[in-house]
């Protein structure tokens, strides 16, 4: 049996997947790679992250980025490695706008786009303020137990065993603890609302150093729970084999700096489903109550038929 690597180790390895290499010849192409040890579909909140990293990139005068919107095109295979193809489209003295297309090679040989991504930068200044989003009244993390004991429970309750088993329990470099009850956890319909804290499973580089890096797994880590929000209403699992999805789009509003490896509250609600599609939105505070960041999803939800 494999030994767990260390909170350390994965996060060592989020920060080295999450960090683009530059092409030798265009500064305009970088090169994202594979999640080590990762099989099937590749994480759509992977693919986010490399790509916000690419653009980020390629801005260099102190703007930094406060918005950025994907669609999902197909799904990307854990792997091969993922190919960022950056545009600049404006280039501003306050804000700069750069395009990203993502692209895998398919079995054909032919490449083929897997997301494309939008990212807004804008240089830091002063300006009118207010906060109208008061953080929920939750228990914080210290008194909750982390995700993945109760993820090894269930699965060892319900039998999940092979390639289901080895994905829910997978060590993550997120740590998560979760106030509610998730859709994976039980069959009965509830509101479609849900609670979780997130941090990276150990320190990251400073934020003064790397503030990009925060940036971006803060967005790896809102891929999370974000679609099954939707799915709670109707008390049925993509764990539990009941459900077909996959994500559309994702969109990120950055509102002020916060440390990716500080607890952070995600708090997600659905306020609709229906014609095979479930839209999510998530609003990530920090433990001082402040709305750091605005997240917003749209997925394909379908009932499974037959097994």
Not at 179 to 202: E, G, I, Q, T, V
Not at 247 to 262: C, G, V, Y
Not at 279 to 293: D, T, V, W
């Amino acid at each position: 049996m494999t030994d767990t690597p260390s909170p350390e180790k994965l996060v060592a390895d989020l920060v080295d997947l999450l960090n683009v290499q530059p092409d030798a010849v265009l500064d305009t192409r970088f090169t994202g790679k594979a999640q080590k040890n990762g099989f099937g579909r590749m994480f759509g909140g992977q693919v986010i992250a490399q790509a916000l990293q690419a653009a980020q990139a390629t801005v260099t005068d102190e703007k930094q980025a406060h918005s950025m919107h994907a669609y999902f095109l197909r799904g990307g295979k854990e792997g091969p490695p993922t190919q960022y193809k950056v545009a600049t489209d404006f280039e501003g003295r306050s804000f700069a706008n750069r395009r990203v297309v993502a692209i895998q090679t398919g079995d054909d040989g032919e490449e083929k786009p897997i997301l494309n991504l939008t990212a807004s930068f804008q240089r830091p200044e002063d300006g009118m303020s207010h906060d109208e989003a008061p953080m929920p009244d939750v228990p914080g993390p210290d008194g909750l137990r982390p995700d993945m004991e109760q993820r090894r429970e269930f699965a060892d309750k319900a039998g999940i065993e092979g390639p289901v088993r080895d994905l829910m329990l997978r060590p993550r470099p997120i740590e998560m603890r979760t106030s509610d009850k998730l859709h994976w956890m039980n069959n009965a319909p509830r509101p479609p609302h849900a609670h979780s804290w997130f941090r990276a499973a150990a320190t990251l580089p400073s934020i003064d150093e790397q503030p990009g890096l925060h940036r971006a797994v803060i967005a790896y880590a809102s891929d999370y729970t974000l679609l099954g929000t939707s799915a709670l209403p109707h008390g049925l699992s993509w764990m539990r084999n009941e459900l077909v999805g996959a994500s559309l789009d994702h969109a990120i509003w950055f509102h002020r700096p916060a440390r990716a490896d500080e607890w952070l509250l995600y708090a997600t609600d659905a306020p609709w489903s229906g014609s095979g599609r479930g839209f999510n939105r998530g609003r990530i505070f920090n433990q001082s109550g402040e709305l750091i960041a605005s997240v917003a999803q749209e997925g394909m939800m379908r009932r499974r038929k037959g097994k």
